[in-house]
């Protein structure tokens, strides 16, 4: 039997190379008919009893919106998205903290309750609306009464509470758990005071909405009976998740693709069904390939094409090439706790000295912009003033900085020394198979060795990069890394004193003023009386210098032109998914 | 025969233990670990320890192995940290798919190099064998990731951008219509995507096997039984396929259960290059995200590829050699 199965797969193979020869049509079509259910629907994650049994009544439901033509002409076509990596933990929201897969669940396959617009307010989404009381210590939501899961059930007022339930159980790891610091997290945190309505309990705090804003609701009838120390290894969550939002999932293809389509259920108050008929997101790793598919029309979007790619994409006639600042920011982290590294003048003088304009414009390509602070340039707190002429490159002031700190070259051998002999050696340390990284811990080491500091970058694989740093003894000096910052601002565990043992106080920080504004900006509700106060915190970073804050990167994303009515920012890539669509004659 | 095949077999139950054993070991002693991917501020530490409760990796090492030793006996495989899904079922999705590539790869690889061997030596010394030879150590010296790349770009990108008449698809195993198919549009479909990744793993193997080949013909080729086989007027294409080429393919097709493990290693590069969904990228995931139960899977089914690789090769020898006898 092996045998004669071997056997036809080397006749396979002498097929080949004929097959070559006549495959020459630029791919299969995506017409699509009137609307109808994907074969593979019914499919998804047969032979797991709880898989076949939901989208058993997935399929139900559906099935009776078969054949219902589309309402408008720009209904139609299958959009393909593709990006380096699988969606780890699916549409999983109780155990997954990847990017990816926060989008596709709060704007793909499953509702938040609030959104944000351009300017960060809160919208309605899934709560129809929501009021605070006048202490600010309790918030209701009211819950749109025609969302239902793909299965047919209702999204309820318990969806919410359970959700957030799961969200504070310990066992459930929940990953974000800084989301609810200021929520009442004991029996009476929150209520369900109707089907439709839910009231949570809570302190003041600016941020109060944004939890709401990055947690998707679950559904309760599906995985309520499930022990919480099992919800990350159920199937629900890459095997055959069931959704709420403007997509169904059809089809998860291990370590290749996820297919979604348009859910026709999808509320008319909140644009009705989607105007493509199928969403398919594709994990390509090699970034070679990834162009390649969207210049030849296999990709309608090429998430975050590598700044040297962007020429390419902005050449080719059948691409345009999204920019736009986003909310990450990399950074060389300074190790206070070394005896070369204590003074802050030291710390300021590393970062004079080395030309972060000229790295930008190196390895971004020029898309980016030098970093001072935290506050990344989508954030309403963001003020570029700061820090701009203080930090500037200048090596003569960073020189001056060195010899004000008592480091000086006293043998002549190009590095300087303090009077105790010790030489301004520090190790830059990056991780394995980052080339950025390393690039900029090598152009560091140039750049400051004209200023007498000697710089050794040092690579170190990944898990083991981040114990060195996260744990005492914390063996490094220095180290290259990045931070993607999410809406509610709060860099307490960097910075506060009180964390100073903590995994992410690298830079060992201990500073009063530092600590007041940390404990304070929280709690200020207003952003125009926030904003000067976030400008003083940033003020004091930059005197303090824990980290050269290198520079924000912006993001890029290539997109097919026949995709029309994309919208994307800091907010994210799938931001208005349900509404991109594809001219009847391009599909 | 069948005795043999069964010793060895049996033989090499011990022999995968040991190699997942000592994997076992390693992988769990390495530095790192699976809960890292969450490192963020926004994670507690104690959610970091709850989610190590949670995949078991809270318990002292030697019960982890015995447990799994355990599991391994009933065919569990256990639960993958970053997948979240049964081992076995991802294996089961992803195995094939490498199976189809690698088979194929050697298939091609070992007609177009025994050919190609075959010509050289007939004319050796020819302007054909001078080229071939030089032609066949530029694939052999290639790195096959970026001979991949190549072929991306010249057969995808540029073929596409350009307008050749032939394209080919630069990733994945199918189209996104694949479910909308007919039959044979479907196998059609697969054969075209098939067809990149497959030729470039194929042509560096390809040309080692027509080295290989030249030279085993050339030996045989001085034989005194090729000359009476000529002096008894045999036609020429009877000499070299039925007299001489038979007894050069013995050392040739033994290569066929040697080049199997290469090939699994061959095909993390191509995988990750075509997007190509199969157990290489797979096991090297696993390896950077510390996927215990996906490394230590991944291992064993590569353990037990090379053990049936090197079975194959002494069964060949066998079959091709009546000299050879296991008894």
């Excluded at chain 1, 990709?299 to 999204?322: F, G, H, T």
Aim: charged share 20%; hydrophobic share 45%; aromatic share 10%.
């Amino acid at each position: 039997m092996r045998e004669a199965r071997l056997a036809r797969l080397i006749l396979v193979a002498g097929l080949t190379v004929m097959m070559g020869a006549c495959g020459g049509e630029g791919g299969a079509s995506r017409e699509a008919g009137p609307w109808m259910l994907e074969a593979s629907l019914a499919e998804a994650g047969s032979g797991i009893p709880f898989c076949e049994e939901v989208t058993a009544r997935v399929s139900a439901f559906m099935s009776q919106f078969e054949g219902q033509m589309p309402p408008s002409e720009r209904h139609g076509g299958a959009v393909v998205v593709a990006s380096i990596g699988e969606i780890p933990d699916g549409m999983n929201n109780h155990v997954s903290q990847d990017y990816t897969a926060s989008q596709h669940q709060s704007f793909v396959n499953l509702m938040t309750l609030v959104t944000y617009d351009e300017n960060q307010i809160a919208m309605p989404y899934l709560a129809e609306s929501w009021e605070v009381s006048d202490d600010a210590s309790e918030i209701t939501f009211h819950i749109r009464d025609d969302v239902y899961w793909h299965d047919g059930e209702l999204t309820d007022a318990y969806d919410v509470a359970y959700t957030f339930k799961r969200a504070i159980d310990p066992e459930t790891a929940f990953p974000n758990a800084a989301y609810w610091t200021h929520y009442d997290q004991g029996p009476d945190g929150v209520e369900v005071v109707d089907s439709f309505t839910v009231k949570f309990r809570m302190r003041p705090h600016a941020d109060y909405i944004d939890p709401w804003r990055a947690t998707a609701i679950m559904p309760e009838h599906l995985l309520g009976d499930v022990p919480s120390t099992e919800l990350r290894q159920h199937p629900y969550g890459t095997v055959c998740p069931v959704g709420n939002g403007p997509f169904i999932f059809v089809e998860h293809r291990e370590a290749a693709s996820w297919t979604f389509q348009a859910n026709p259920a999808f509320p008319a108050g909140l644009g009705g069904r989607p105007y493509v008929d199928r969403y398919v997101y594709r994990v390509i790793t090699e970034q070679t390939t990834l162009l390649t598919e969207l210049l030849t029309g296999g990709l309608d979007v090429y998430i975050r094409p590598m700044p040297d790619q962007a020429q390419a994409v902005i050449d080719s006639d059948a691409v345009d090439l999204l920019q736009y600042p986003f909310r990450s920011y990399v950074l060389v982290g300074w190790n206070a706790r070394r005896p070369q590294l204590a003074d802050k003048r030291v710390r300021q003088a590393l970062t004079r000295g080395t030309n972060r304009q000229e790295i930008v414009d190196a390895l971004l390509q020029g898309y980016g912009t030098v970093a001072n602070g935290s506050v990344p340039p989508f954030h309403w707190a963001y003020d570029p003033s700061i820090g701009r002429d203080a930090m500037s490159y200048d090596q003569d002031a960073a020189r001056a900085l060195l010899d004000a700190a008592g480091w000086v070259d006293r043998d002549g051998d190009g590095v300087r020394e303090n009077a105790e002999g010790v030489r301004l050696a520090i190790s830059i340390k990056y991780n394995h198979g980052n080339d950025m990284r390393q690039d900029i811990a090598e152009i560091m080491q140039a750049q400051l060795a004209d200023i007498g500091v000697e710089v050794t970058p040092t690579v170190v694989e990944w898990g083991t990069l981040l114990d060195q740093i996260g744990q005492s003894p914390r063996d490094f000096d220095g180290v290259v890394m990045g931070w993607v910052v999410e809406y509610k601002l709060d860099d307490t565990d960097l910075f506060h004193s009180r964390n100073i043992s903590a995994t992410y106080a690298w830079s060992g920080t201990q500073r009063p003023d530092i600590d007041r504004f940390l404990d304070e900006l929280p709690l200020v509700v207003d952003r125009e009386e926030a904003k000067p106060l976030w400008s003083q915190y940033q003020e004091l970073l930059v005197d303090e210098q824990p980290y050269t804050f290198f520079f924000f990167s912006d993001r890029l994303d290539g997109i097919n032109k026949r995709l029309r009515g994309v919208e994307m920012d800091a907010r994210g890539e799938w931001l208005n998914i349900k509404d991109w669509w594809i001219p009847a004659d391009l599909r | 025969m069948t005795t043999f095949i069964v010793r060895r077999l049996l033989g090499a139950i011990p022999l995968v233990l040991g190699i997942a054993t000592i994997i076992f070991f390693v992988v769990n002693l390495a530095p790192g670990d699976p809960a890292d991917r969450f490192s963020s501020p926004s994670m507690s530490p104690e959610a970091r320890e709850q989610i190590r409760v949670n995949l078991g990796l809270d318990q002292p090492i030697h019960i982890r192995y015995v447990r799994w030793l355990g599991a391994l006996a009933q065919g569990d495989l256990g639960v993958s940290f970053s997948r979240n899904r049964p081992v076995t079922d991802i294996i089961q999705e992803l195995l094939p798919n490498t199976l189809l590539l690698s088979f194929t790869a050697i298939g091609v690889a070992f007609v177009l190099g025994i050919l190609l061997g075959i010509l050289q030596a007939v004319r050796q010394y020819s302007l054909l064998d001078s080229i071939a030879s030089i032609v066949g150590l530029f694939f052999y010296s290639m790195p096959s990731f970026w001979l991949a790349l190549m072929m991306v770009l010249l057969f995808s990108l540029f073929a596409s951008v350009w307008g050749w008449p032939i394209y080919f698809p630069a990733s994945d195993i199918q189209s996104i219509d694949y479910a909308f198919l007919s039959p044979f549009e479907k196998v059609r479909d697969r054969l075209w995507h098939l067809t990149l990744p497959a030729t470039s793993l194929a042509l560096v193997l390809a040309a080692g096997i027509a080295r290989y080949t030249r030279a085993s013909m050339l030996e045989e080729i001085r034989q005194d039984f090729v000359r009476t086989a000529r002096a008894k007027g045999l036609s020429e294409r009877v000499v070299i396929f039925k007299h001489t080429l038979r007894n050069a393919l013995i050392p040739v097709i033994t290569l066929v259960g040697l080049y199997l493990p290469f090939l699994f290693s061959g095909t993390v590069f191509i995988e990750t290059v075509f997007a190509w969904p199969g157990m290489g990228k797979l096991v090297v995931d696993a390896i950077l995200q510390r996927d215990y139960p996906i490394i230590m899977g991944g291992s064993l089914v590569f353990a037990m590829m090379v053990v049936v690789g090197n079975l194959v090769a002494d069964v060949l020898y066998a079959v091709v050699d009546p000299r050879i006898r296991y008894d």
